[in-house]
Every structure is written in structure tokens, then in C-alpha cells.
């Protein structure tokens, strides 16, 4: 009888676990003969069948868990064996959750358990036969409505349909608050999953056997349609992803369940526990995102959106807008993909105006949010470049696109300019401003464009949650308390080649949800070795308790950032450095000797290394405090808000310290504050897990990828919990199969059973004869066996169950089982031929007269309907012409009615436009007759003057003209009389006195021209004069002045030369002074550290019996504070030797003036 080789899985670089078949083995050296595939989607467990080749590999036990290779789940013929539910697993490990996953992927299976885990694997496509109206009912009437005792989980497969059925049925009939909690990585699945959960919830509260159809409550539609808008604004393209949530998302729903104790008491036939509400709470939206993205990512989807809208809305938010396109803007670029889960952006953009008018933002409020999202856009078009030359000024170089962004903003240009270039530094003393160089003003553009983002996304959750909130909107608010069921989505720990700032914020978090996973898996753990009556001491496992310490404890990484944003001059380099220092004892901190400025965490899921650069800058995140001044005056209320933190309820007790009000809140201390906030929560409701898994970077269905999907699955904490739920017992089995799978293992005689036919008694004799070699001796000196026997199951220990199956075919007992099962079931098939040929007559017979009697009943059916329906076909052609007829009349008549109404409509038509087009003229006519009028009247007037003034004229020519005649006739009388000698004479001397007084024009005009230019020369003359006799002045009184300036420094001179004595006498007694002084800092310094040491003990006894975590937070917070400040003043004291005394004295000197004169 030839030796089995079992089937196992070894460790492979390339594809995680690979099977193979043990040939050898030499103490910690296993030679296994490994399968080759075509491809890696080829690999499966088959012994080979499928393979293309072989290998041999020579394997180091000493690798391996327990130093043993985990075993395949196969059946006799080799094949793998499936399970939906795989706490089922003969051998539960990760190679076998890999490689049952993969079956189940490849069978268009998407969802797996593991207990109260549900597993969904991304199918990348849509099985639309999971998701029916039919399938929710489904579900809701198995788990939630359906009274049977049985777990209704052996009945159905894994859903999605029955975490959230459960979760109703524990809010409804038990009373307690639930949660949901959905991790993966981006494009695992997660807002999917959420969507598809919580569409089934809707579905759930409406009661059994009933489906949400059409007839949503309008709160129930509100509340499912109005989630997905957070995606529009919340959500990305990325590589890894086309539509993922680029933040964390805490969805609780909520329910009226005021009347739910009803159900419990009466029939489950209707729904007592009915949506109400919901709330929404967000964290960590990834701002870098909106400045800057990968060419072959896109940043948050609002802005493609908008830029696809139609021109006309466009240019409605802003003018300038209508005729922009992605590519016009830095910010956004070319979107490398065409469409977001089969529908263009345009598309988009309407359903996402339909959700936002439903929550009542349209009118004003639409326009100022988008116009707020084009001013994030126009912030990436500014450019600024060097001032004059000068490197450490700027300016900006695209004043158009500056006017445009001070427009949209509603802010003044000049003051806009100025904040992008200047920065405004506050002393005690003084307020001044810096120039800011071209990088630095670009930096605040960035900077501001993150925050009008950032306020924007949080006012857009406060309306969706005004909208939804059942406080507000359920029975109109008149309830105040509601069960609630959680919905937490939120980013998967994370691990690049890079990691910074937000990859500690987001893994911290997955930290902090990791220890309640963990927390919940031991507590049914616990649940489930009680129910099989197995001692709780069995159970050991790691949890991260080290990691939270390294990054939330005093001394921590969170502590040190913060201490290190207080500090005037801190740095990341002066982080790092304190964290290797004072966290060197940790054994979850990785040093990086080749790199100063990075360090290592171990995490649950593994190392990560950070590079600390920004570090410092990140955890402020504070904006120029020009730019902040400066929205607050706009009128857009989106830009100008200022985002507070919520309210909470104060606490009962004694008032609290106040908290400083120095520290500004840094983005870690926040998150910080959120993420106990959200941990406080969900430890108030029962969890439920579903962990999103991505099958292969491609995004292709069917494909699974080996290394990727193990590491999620470690990053998920399945392997963990698997780890911890089989800590002490990694494999079990039902109790039947163990009976008799091994009992020819088994010596009665050596090892009787206790209780001979008690099916746990049998067992305990089996095993321990079987597993003899494997039992131990513990410390006591009592003896330990490799097995545990439960109530219905078997627990093996480490190595056991492998140690009986090798031994089991060592025996080659599968071969005679299988020869035997062949001739059995060819006995079995053979002597029940016979009574199946009878059994196969006698139903053929009776069939024939079933079939026989059918058809005669069926003929007479026939008939009789025929001549039914040839009765009522005559009936009703008859009521049919009747009714053609009377429709046919009917129609007549109404177009006979419609004829004449419309004639007459059109005569009335006419009439009416004929009397318009008259009165029209008419009152043209009456308008013109009055113009004309009016100008007959004004032309009237005016000739009337014109005549009268004509006549006036002509009396006053007629009296001129009589005048001058008279004038005539006396001066011709008298020219009469004159000699005409006189006349020539006098001629002649007109003529020549014409001549002499144009001549004495010429002189004259020559003299006044001299005249005025001596006046010029004389004026110039004085000019000087004054100014020689006031520098004569000027000079006798500087002269004066210097002479009593030399009596004064030479008394000044005499009366420091006797001082000088004097002052260094007080100079060595101001230098024993500050020795003095110097100890008692010294002093002091010891006295804190003597305090700080009694506060550490106060903070530890207040953390052990002080239930106030918030109380323990300010004081803690309080106790860095002191201490930094304390480090401030005693390190300055510390570090100064001798000769920096002596330096400081002289410096002393040189300020009060000691150095004597110049």
C-alpha cells in the first residue's frame, strides 16, 4: 500500500501561496514538489491536473506559523472544497481564505463570511439577480420577520442584505443602537456597499413581504437620495479607482422605534421601527486634491460637472464660465476618463442639480456655492513673478485673471492683490508687513483655495443634514430621541512609496477601529468557547495597544507634533528627532538610520515608513491671515463663513479649567477629538463588519490577483481575527466527522472510552491515543493535550490535526475506503435497478391516465370556452359597433362644435384686430393734429415778433435817413464857402502828420520792449540779494550753534570720564547678580521637574480611575503647555557655560551703555 503525500501551500514571491504536495522531509527541512500554471488566475488546488509542469522547492519550517505548512481543504479526489460561511474550514489559514475566496470570485460568488465578517469582493461588474426586489424581501422575511429558532444564516448565503437585516432586527426587537462598519481600499467597494446597504435598510423598515417600489416616503427618499450628493463633491477619480471617496463618511440612520416594543410582544406582521432621518458626519477631506492630482487622476467631480453644464448655466453662476472648458483651468485639466460609472459629466451634473434642489439649494444659494467653486477654479489661473528684480517681492503677471477672481470673490482687487503679496506679522508691540516672494504668494493661492473647498464641502453636509435630519423634518420635530444604526465609510489603511501626513491621520484612525475589531472578534470568541464549554484561559492573542501608545500616548507622536507647532522656531526635522528619542523603547517604532527626516511604524497590517517633510506645516494648515480678513468682507456667505466647531452638551459636574487660549487647535488635535467622538459612539451600538476587498489592479471581472488580495485581507484584520479566533485552537471540526474520520487511529484496548457509545466520550479516547506524541507539560506540571472536545465540535492545537492526517494516509486507508464505496454503491445502484423500472412503468402508466383524463377535461373546458366565447364576442362586437356608433356621432357633433367655435374665435380675432389696428390709427392721427397745431401756434408767435420788430426797425432807419440828410445839406453849404487852396493845404498836412505818428509808434514800442526786460534783470537782482543774505544768516547761526555743540560734548566727555569708575563698580555687581540669578533658574528648573513628575502621577491616577476622557484631555493638554514653556525659559539658562556669561554680561553693557563713549 503505497504512502500518501499531503497537500499543502508554501510561500512564493510571486503569487503569496502556491499548492504543492510534500515529497520529503529532514527535521526543519520539507522537500515539496510545487504545481506550475499557465497563469496565476490558472493556480488552483487540483494535485496538478490542470498544471503545465512541476518544481521542486526544499522549504524551511521554521518560515512557517508553528513550523508547519498549512494544509489545502480539498476532498478525496483533490478537488477544492468551497465554503460561503469559512469558519467552516477543516483548516482555516490565510492560504485557504485566498484560495476559497478565489473559487467563490471566479463562481460569481461576491460575498464570503467569516463568522459575523462579511467578505464582499469587488466583481467589477453588476449581478443583477442579487440585488432584486425579490432578493430584499428575501432576506428581510428570513432574518427579520420570519419567527424560527435556527440561525438563518445556515440558510441563506452571504449578503450584504443580511448585515443590514440584522442590524434592523437588533434596533427593532432588541432595542440597541447598531453600526455598520465598511473598510477596504479605494475601489474595493466601500460607497457601494454603503449605497446598497442602506437602499436594503429603506426596503427592511417597510415591513414584511413588502418592497419600497415607487411609493418612497418622501423622508425615506430623502434620506437615500440625497447620500450619493456627497459623492459629487467628496469623490474622485484615481487610479486605483474612478469613483472613490476621497474622505471618511459616519452615515447613522435614524428610526422611530418609540412603538418597536409592540413587535416584540405582538405578531410580526407589520413594521413598528420606521426611518425617520438620518445625519451625516465627515472627516479628512483630502484637500490636496483640489490644487493638485495625478495627469491620470481627476480631482473631486463638482468641478467637471460644473464645466459640463449647459453654456446658458453656466454663464448664469458667472459670466466668464459660459465659454470655459476643463483645459481652461490648472486646477482641473483634460478629465482622462469619458464617463464616472457609465454617465457623463453633463449627465451628472443634472441629477446632481435635481438632489440639490431637493434639499432646498437653488435660487441664491446655487448660484453663490458654484460661484464659489469657480473662484477655487480661477485661483489656479494666478500667476506671480519677481518685483523689480527683487527675488524676495512679487507681483502678480496675469492682472486679468486677478480682476475676474476679486469679482467672483466680491472683494476689492487692490486689497486682493495685496494679501497674495504681503503678509501681515504681529508682535506685542507692533503689527508690520512682509513681502512674500513669487512661490510663497502662489502658496497662499493654494492655500485659499483649499479653505473656500473645505468650507464649502462642510456647509454642503450641514444642509444635507438640515434636509434629513429627524429632529427637523420627522412628524414635524416634535421627537427628540431615535434609534440610530451607523454607516461608517471610511478610508483603508494605506501604504505607499511615499507616506505623509495624511497617511498617519488615516492609519491612526484604522488603528483605533482595528482595537475594536479586535475587542468584538475576542468577545465571540469568548461567546463561542462558552456555548462549547471550553475554558475562556484558552484564548491569547496580540493586540496594538503598543502603536496607540507610540502615536496618542503622552510622550507620543501626536504630543510631540503638537509641541512642536507651539514652538516659535519648530521643525520636522526637530519632530523626528524627539520621537526616535523619547519612543526609542518602543517596539513598534522603526529607526531610519539613512534618513533623518523619515520613521518607521509597525502597524497591525505592517510596516510603514513616513517621510516627516511638512510635517509640521500640515498638522497648522493655518491661512494667511490677510486672506482670512479679507474673504470675511465678501458678500458671497460661502467665502465669508467661518466654520465652527459643533456644539456639545456640557458636561454635569464641576466646571472645567478653561484651556489656554494661546495654542491654536491643530489638524491632528481635531481629527483626534473627531475620531474619540466617533469611537464613544460606536462602542455604544453592537458592530457588524464588512470588509471591501479589490480582486486585482486591472478593475476586469473574474481576475484575482494573489499578492494584492492577502495584503488587504491583512490590512482588512481578517487574517488577524482569524489569527486571534484560532489563537489557541487554529483548527476544528464537527464532532461526527472526527469520530469517524479518525477512529482507525484508535486502540480501545490501550485507550477505552469513559462512556462507550457517548459520542464526546469516544472522541476524548480517540485522541488522546492518536495524539499521544503531541501532548505537553506546562510549568505546573500538568499535562496538556493537542485537542480540546466541545459540544459539537472538535478544537485542535497547533500542528495537531496535520500530525493525525498524515498519519491517517500514511495508513493508505483512502484507497480500500474508495474501492469500497465503489463496489457499495454499485450494489446499491444494481438492486435498486429493478424496483426503479417498476417504479418508472407504474408512473408512466399513471401518467398516461392523468394525461389521458387531462386532455378530456381539457377538450370539454375547450368547448364550453369557445362557446363562451363566441357568445360574448358577438356581445361585444355588438356593444362595439353600438359604442363606434355613438363615438362616431359624438365626434361629429364635437368637431361640428370645435368647427364653429374656432370660425367663430376667428371672427372675433379679426374684429378684434381690425378695432386695435384702428383705435392704433386713430390715436396716431389725433397725435399728429396736435404737433401740427402745437407748431402753427409756436410758428405764429414767432412771425408776429419777427414783424413787429421789422416795422420797429424801420421807424428807427426812416428817422436816421432824415438825419443825415439834413447833416448833408448844412455840411455841403458850408463846403460851399471854403477856398480851395485851404482844402490842398490842409490835405497835405493830414498826410504828413500820418507819417510822423507812425513813426512815433515804432520808437515807442521799441523803448516799452527795453523797459521790460530791465524790469526782468532788476528782479533777478533781488532774487539773489535774498538768497546771499539768508545763507549769511544761516551761516552765523551754525557757526554759533557748533560752538556751543563743542562746549556741550566736551562737559558731556568730562562728566563720563568720572562715571566710567562708577559704572564699572556696578557693572562686576551686576555680573554677581546674574550669577545669583542663574542658580535660582537652576533651582527652579529642578523644582518643575520635581512637578512635572507629581503631575505625570496625578495624570496616571486620574487615567485609572477618572471616567472623563475629556477632563484627561485638558489636563493633559495643559501639562504640555507647562512644559513646553518651562522647557523654553530653563533650556536658555542650561545651555549657557562661562565664556556665553561672559558674553552675555558684555552684551548687558552694550545695551545700558557701559562701553563709554564713542
Not at 420606521?274 to 473631486?300: F, M, Q, W
Not at 512609496?497 to 484604522?510: E, G, M, P, S, T
Amino acid at each position: 500500500m503505497s504512502k500518501k503525500e499531503p497537500s499543502v501551500f508554501v510561500k512564493d514571491p510571486e503569487y503569496g501561496w502556491v499548492p504543492g504536495i510534500i515529497k520529503g522531509q529532514s527535521g526543519s527541512k520539507v522537500d515539496v514538489e510545487v504545481f506550475q500554471y499557465r497563469d496565476e488566475q490558472a493556480i488552483t488546488c487540483d494535485k496538478g491536473r490542470a498544471s503545465t509542469g512541476t518544481e521542486m522547492r526544499t522549504v524551511n519550517l521554521k518560515d512557517y506559523p508553528a513550523e508547519v505548512l498549512p494544509l489545502q481543504n480539498i476532498d478525496g479526489n483533490g478537488t477544492l472544497l468551497e465554503f460561503a460561511d469559512m469558519t467552516r474550514l477543516p483548516y482555516l489559514h490565510e492560504a485557504a481564505i485566498l484560495y476559497n475566496l478565489k473559487k467563490r470570485h471566479m463562481g460569481g460568488h461576491p460575498y464570503t463570511r467569516t463568522g459575523d465578517i462579511v467578505i464582499a469582493v469587488n466583481p467589477f461588474q453588476w449581478f443583477t439577480h442579487l440585488y432584486t426586489e425579490e432578493v430584499r424581501a428575501q432576506y428581510s422575511n428570513t432574518f427579520v420577520w420570519n419567527d424560527d429558532q435556527k440561525d438563518p444564516r445556515d440558510k441563506m448565503d452571504p449578503h450584504v442584505y443580511e448585515v443590514s437585516a440584522l442590524c434592523y432586527k437588533g434596533l427593532a426587537f432588541d432595542g440597541g443602537d447598531q453600526s455598520i462598519l465598511v473598510s477596504g481600499e479605494s475601489g474595493a467597494g466601500k460607497t457601494e456597499t454603503v449605497k446598497i446597504a442602506m437602499n436594503h435598510m429603506a426596503s427592511v423598515q417597510a415591513g414584511p413581504s413588502k418592497s419600497t417600489g415607487n411609493g418612497l416616503d418622501p423622508v425615506v427618499k430623502r434620506v437615500v437620495e440625497s447620500n450619493p450628493l456627497l459623492e459629487a463633491f467628496g469623490n474622485a477619480s484615481t487610479r486605483r479607482n474612478d469613483n472613490s471617496s476621497r474622505f471618511g463618511k459616519y452615515l447613522q440612520l435614524q428610526f422611530d422605534n418609540s412603538e418597536a416594543s409592540l413587535m416584540a410582544f405582538g405578531g410580526k406582521t407589520e413594521s413598528k421601527c420606521k426611518l425617520a432621518g438620518s445625519t451625516c458626519d465627515v472627516y479628512l477631506l483630502e484637500k490636496n486634491r483640489i490644487t493638485y492630482h495625478d495627469p491620470e487622476e481627476r480631482t473631486y467631480h463638482i468641478f467637471y460637472q460644473l464645466l459640463a453644464a449647459p453654456q446658458s448655466e453656466k454663464s448664469k453662476y458667472w459670466d466668464k464660465l459660459g465659454s470655459k472648458n476643463a483645459d481652461s483651468f490648472k486646477y482641473v485639466g483634460k478629465s482622462p476618463i469619458p464617463k464616472i460609472e457609465g454617465k457623463t459629466d453633463a449627465e451628472h451634473y443634472q441629477e446632481t442639480i435635481k438632489v440639490l434642489k431637493m434639499i432646498h439649494i437653488d435660487d441664491d444659494k446655487l448660484i453663490a456655492m458654484f460661484r464659489a467653486i469657480a473662484a477655487v477654479l480661477q485661483l489656479g489661473n494666478l500667476g506671480f513673478k519677481e518685483k523689480g528684480g527683487d527675488a524676495d517681492k512679487s507681483e502678480t503677471m496675469t492682472p486679468n485673471e486677478m480682476k475676474e477672481l476679486s469679482e467672483l470673490m466680491a472683494v476689492p482687487e487692490d486689497q486682493l492683490n495685496l494679501s497674495f503679496t504681503e503678509r501681515t506679522m504681529k508682535t506685542k508691540t507692533e503689527t508690520y508687513k512682509v513681502p512674500l516672494n513669487a512661490t510663497l504668494a502662489r502658496d497662499a493661492c493654494d492655500a485659499l483655495a483649499k479653505e473656500i473647498y473645505g468650507k464649502l464641502f462642510l456647509w454642503l453636509v450641514t444642509q444635507v443634514n438640515a434636509a434629513t435630519r429627524a429632529e427637523d423634518n420627522y412628524k414635524g420635530g416634535s421627537m427628540s430621541s431615535f434609534g440610530i444604526i451607523g454607516m461608517l465609510d471610511i478610508f483603508g489603511f494605506e501604504s505607499f512609496v511615499v507616506n505623509r501626513f495624511d497617511q498617519l491621520c488615516i492609519n491612526y484612525a484604522n488603528e483605533k477601529l482595528q482595537q475594536k475589531f479586535t475587542e468584538d472578534i475576542f468577545r465571540s470568541v469568548q461567546q463561542e468557547y462558552e456555548a462549547e464549554g471550553i475554558e475562556l484561559a484558552e484564548i491569547t492573542y496580540d493586540d496594538n495597544t503598543d502603536v496607540l501608545d507610540l502615536i496618542e500616548g503622552r510622550g507620543g507622536l501626536l504630543a510631540l507634533l503638537n509641541e512642536e507647532c507651539v514652538r516659535p522656531k519648530g521643525s520636522d526635522f526637530d519632530f523626528v528627532q524627539k520621537a526616535l528619542q523619547q519612543n526609542k523603547t518602543s517596539p513598534c517604532l522603526i529607526v531610519n538610520k539613512l534618513d533623518r527626516m523619515s520613521f518607521g511604524v509597525h502597524h497591525y497590517a505592517g510596516k510603514v515608513m513616513y517621510d516627516a517633510d511638512q510635517f509640521v506645516a500640515s498638522n497648522q494648515d493655518l491661512l494667511p491671515i490677510d486672506l482670512g480678513d479679507l474673504c470675511a468682507t465678501s458678500n458671497n456667505f460661502v467665502i465669508a463663513a467661518k466654520i465652527e466647531e459643533p456644539k456639545k452638551d456640557k458636561p454635569k459636574g464641576p466646571p472645567k479649567r478653561a484651556k489656554s487660549n494661546l495654542v491654536a487647535p491643530t489638524v491632528w488635535g481635531k481629527y483626534k477629538t473627531q475620531l474619540l467622538s466617533l469611537m464613544t459612539n460606536l462602542r455604544k451600538t453592537q458592530s457588524r463588519y464588512i470588509r471591501c476587498i479589490k480582486p486585482n489592479m486591472k478593475k476586469v471581472p473574474v481576475l484575482m490577483e494573489h499578492i494584492p488580495t492577502v495584503e488587504q485581507l491583512r490590512c482588512a484584520g481578517v487574517v488577524a481575527a482569524v489569527t486571534l479566533s484560532r489563537s489557541a485552537f487554529p483548527n476544528r471540526i464537527e464532532n461526527s466527522v472526527v469520530r469517524f474520520r479518525f477512529s482507525s487511529q484508535w486502540d480501545p484496548n490501550a485507550t477505552p472510552s469513559k462512556d462507550p457509545g457517548n459520542a464526546k466520550a469516544d472522541i476524548e479516547a480517540i485522541l488522546t491515543h492518536a495524539l499521544k506524541e503531541k501532548e505537553t507539560v506546562d510549568k505546573n506540571g500538568k499535562v496538556v493535550k493537542a485537542f480540546v472536545v466541545g459540544k459539537t465540535k472538535t478544537y485542535f492545537r497547533a500542528g495537531a490535526l496535520e500530525f493525525l492526517e498524515a498519519n491517517r494516509l500514511e495508513n493508505g486507508l483512502d484507497e480500500p475506503a474508495i474501492t469500497i464505496q465503489k463496489y457499495a454503491r454499485r450494489y446499491i445502484v444494481l438492486h435498486s435497478w429493478a424496483d426503479r423500472i417498476r417504479a418508472a412503468k407504474d408512473a408512466e402508466s399513471k401518467k398516461k391516465a392523468e394525461e389521458e383524463k387531462k386532455k378530456a377535461l381539457a377538450k370539454k373546458k375547450k368547448a364550453e370556452e369557445a362557446k363562451k366565447a363566441a357568445q360574448e364576442e358577438a356581445l361585444r362586437i355588438k356593444a362595439e359597433k353600438k359604442k363606434k356608433e355613438e363615438e362616431a356621432r359624438k365626434k361629429r357633433e364635437a368637431e361640428e362644435a370645435e368647427r364653429k367655435r374656432k370660425a367663430e374665435q376667428e371672427e372675433q380675432r379679426a374684429l378684434e384686430k381690425e378695432e386695435k389696428a384702428f383705435q392704433k390709427e386713430l390715436k396716431k392721427m389725433k397725435e399728429e393734429i396736435k404737433e401740427l397745431e402745437k407748431d402753427l401756434a409756436s410758428k405764429e408767435r414767432s412771425n408776429n415778433k419777427k414783424v413787429k420788430k421789422a416795422e420797429e426797425e424801420i421807424e428807427t432807419i426812416e428817422s436816421e435817413r432824415q438825419e443825415l440828410e439834413e447833416k448833408h445839406n448844412e455840411i455841403m453849404r458850408e463846403a460851399a464857402k471854403i477856398d480851395k487852396a485851404e482844402i490842398a493845404s490842409a490835405r497835405k498836412k493830414i498826410e504828413e502828420s500820418d507819417k510822423i505818428i507812425a513813426y512815433l509808434r515804432k520808437e515807442n514800442k521799441k523803448v516799452r520792449d527795453q523797459t521790460e526786460k530791465m524790469k526782468d534783470d532788476l528782479q533777478e537782482l533781488k532774487e539773489q540779494n535774498n538768497r546771499l543774505i539768508e545763507a549769511n544768516a544761516s551761516a552765523g547761526a551754525s557757526l554759533d550753534s557748533l560752538e556751543k555743540q563743542k562746549k556741550n560734548i566736551a562737559t558731556h566727555n568730562s562728566k563720563l570720564d568720572e562715571n566710567l569708575k562708577k559704572w564699572k563698580s556696578q557693572n562686576s555687581q551686576l555680573k554677581a547678580d546674574l550669577e545669583n540669578r542663574t542658580a535660582y533658574y537652576k533651582a527652579e528648573t529642578r523644582i518643575r521637574g520635581e512637578y512635572e513628575k507629581a503631575m505625570e502621577k496625578i495624570i496616571e491616577i486620574m487615567e485609572e480611575k477618572c471616567d472623563d476622557a475629556k477632563l484627561i484631555e485638558d489636563v493633559s493638554n495643559a501639562q504640555m503647555q507647562c512644559e513646553a514653556i518651562a522647557a523654553q525659559k530653563g533650556g536658555i539658562i542650561e545651555r549657557m557655560d562661562d565664556e556665553e556669561m561672559e558674553s552675555f554680561s558684555l552684551l548687558l553693557c552694550d545695551i545700558t551703555g557701559l562701553a563709554g563713549p564713542s
